[in-house]
Structures are given as structure tokens and as C-alpha cells.
């Protein structure tokens, strides 16, 4: 029997058909070509979880080689306790149709998977792409860096020192540690943000000692402004420091303000006890005296009063009146006297 011959309709739709397979080979070569060109682990797979492409990464991270994974289940490359949470995320993306951010590990290394639905014309998920970047170093990096934050922490609050971190630009607190605030008596909430000039350091905006000045604070006496508006005493240093391409000024003190107290109250025992020290002197050693009216003769060789001498060289100070003998020997003869004197017996 003669075979019909093609319509030229039925020819149109068979070209149509092999451009369609033409373009699906070129797409599944760009993609395998994609696929392989990333260093990460990348899988193509049906939603029921048959792969259809998988790059050399992923292969390697199953032992295997590309060829013994294609058409086969990712439920034959994964333990069985991660089966079901699997299918759980698989359901979740044929569902919402939205891309997936998880976790997990294997064999020892920690991964970073990124599921995302690839939908057909209709909106429908048609395939599911899955990339695996294996994070293991950055992870125990980002442990690390944790109990060295940790650690560094525990040391920056445990220190007898006051610290305070400054923005080196606009001066603002970045940080500050529990023995400052504890000097200042404020909280950090109410410190950190807040400009540091007659906040608690007690110079005026555009006078910073550092940045303003060009002073080197090193072990310097300076003034440290507390919550009640007092103020005390600290030796601080400054010093500045460049963290990720930015400025700071790392400030450290301690409080000498009672320190500094009784520096000034011994300081002002030793001028008292000096000043003492010079009377007592003044009026020790050998004094000329006349031997008739009592005068005594000073260093630039005046004679004066025995009375205006001491007042002058002594705190001392004299009243006057008669012993019992000079009042005798003036005013023995006189009747109110010798009346007084026997009225002062009979008192006895």
C-alpha cells in the first residue's frame, strides 16, 4: 500500500517539533554547561525527586560520578532520618513556589542549601534546582570568631579600667565598659550614641584634646563628668585605632579622685605642720633679753616689748594685770586696797 504523503500542515508541525527538541538539547547543554562551570554542588531534579542533572561538585559530594546519579532518587544519596524532613521541603516548594534557605550537614562538613522552583508556562514547578555550598570553614570561623567576641568581651568588662570607644568622626560613644559606667553612674542604653563632649568628657564641642588640639594624652590628669553633673578625677590615656577602614579612639582611665583627695589633705597637713615648725623655731634658741626692763633684742637688733615680741612670733596673746607681790608693793599703803585685801580674807 502507498504511503500517504505528508500535508504541508503536518510538515510545518513536525518542524516546529524538532526546533523544540533542538532547543531543549541546546537548553539541557547550556544548563549541564552552567551547571559544571559552578564550583558549588548544583542539582536539576524532577518533583519527584529523580535527578535529571547534577554537576561534578555534587557528585564528589556523594563519592560518586554524574553518570550513577542521573535518573536516580536523592532519597538513595541521603541517610534515612533525612528522608522525611526532605520530602517536607520538596511538598513546600511545589506548594508555595518560592525559594528555600536550609541547613545540614554530611559526613562531618556543614552545607548551605538554596531550593528554588523552576515553573513551566502554566506557573506549575516543573523542576527543582538545588544549590549546596559547602560553609564548614566560614561556620568554624564564625565560631571562632564568636568565643573570641566572647572572650574579649568577658576581659573588656572584667578590667579595673574605665574604656570607652569614640567614633573618631562625630565623636559619638560606640561602646563603653561596665567599670566606666559604674564611674559615671549612668546605664549603657543611656551612654552608647550620645556624643562624648559635656557628656562625660568636660571639653566643649570643637576642643577635643585629640582630634581639636593635637594633644597627646598619655597618663594625662583629666576631668571625667558624672551623671549628677560632678565630677571626678581620672589619668587617662587615649589612643587611636583604624578597625575595617574606620577611626576610633580607644580611651582608658582609672579614678584617682580619692587618690587625689588625700594627696591634697596630706599636702595641706605639710604646710600646716611647716608653718608650725617655723613659729616653734622663731622662738627657740638663745634670746637677748635686758635684765632690768625685759626687753628682748630681734635679729635686726631692735629692742622690743616682751609681750609684742611673742604676740608677733607666736600665736599667743596676753592680758594684763598684777601678781600678788607688785600689788602689794603699790598699793599696800591705801585704805581701799587694804579694805579689799581683808574683805578677801574674811571670804576665806
Known sequence: MKAEKPSYKDLEKKIAELEKECLSCREDNTARALLNANSEAAYLMEPDGTFIM??????????????????????????????????????????????????????????????????????????????????????????????????????FNSTL???????????????????????????????????????????????????????????????????????????????????????????????????????DAREELIKELTDALEKVKMLSGMMPICAKCKKIRDDKGYWNNLEAFIEEHSEASFSHGLCPHCAEELYGDQKWYIKGKEKRKKQK
Do not use: W
Not at 563519592?63 to 533525612?82: L, W
Not at 513551566?120 to 571562632?144: Q, S
Not at 588640639?213 to 565630677?231: F, W
Open 54 to 155: 547534577v554537576n561534578k561538585a555534587a557528585a564528589e559530594n556523594h563519592d560518586t560520578d554524574i553518570e550513577n546519579m542521573i535518573g536516580r532518587s536523592y532519597k538513595e544519596f541521603i541517610d534515612p532520618d533525612e528522608i522525611e524532613p526532605r520530602e517536607v521541603i520538596v511538598r513546600r516548594i511545589i506548594k508555595e513556589k518560592q525559594t528555600i534557605r536550609m541547613s545540614g550537614t554530611r559526613k562531618g562538613k556543614i552545607f548551605d542549601y538554596s531550593v528554588a522552583p523552576v515553573l513551566n508556562a502554566n506557573g506549575d514547578v516543573h523542576r527543582i534546582a538545588v544549590l549546596a555550598r559547602d560553609i564548614t570553614r566560614e561556620a568554624e570561623y564564625e565560631k571562632e570568631m564568636f568565643e573570641n567576641r566572647h572572650y574579649l568581651n568577658v576581659m
Open 161 to 263: 579600667s574605665g574604656v570607652i570607644v569614640v567614633d573618631a568622626d562625630d565623636h559619638r560613644i560606640v561602646d563603653i565598659n561596665t567599670t566606666a559606667l559604674e564611674m559615671i553612674g549612668r546605664n549603657k542604653k543611656d551612654v552608647v550614641g550620645k556624643a562624648c563632649y559635656k557628656f562625660v568628657c568636660s571639653s566643649e564641642e570643637g576642643s577635643c584634646p585629640i582630634a581639636d588640639l593635637g594633644q597627646v594624652v598619655d597618663k594625662s590628669e583629666r576631668k571625667m563628668i558624672t551623671a549628677d553633673n560632678g565630677e571626678r578625677t581620672i589619668l587617662k590615656t587615649i589612643k587611636p585605632l583604624k578597625f575595617r577602614d574606620k577611626k576610633y579612639y580607644i580611651e582608658s582611665f582609672i579614678d584617682i579622685t580619692e587618690l587625689k583627695e588625700a594627696e
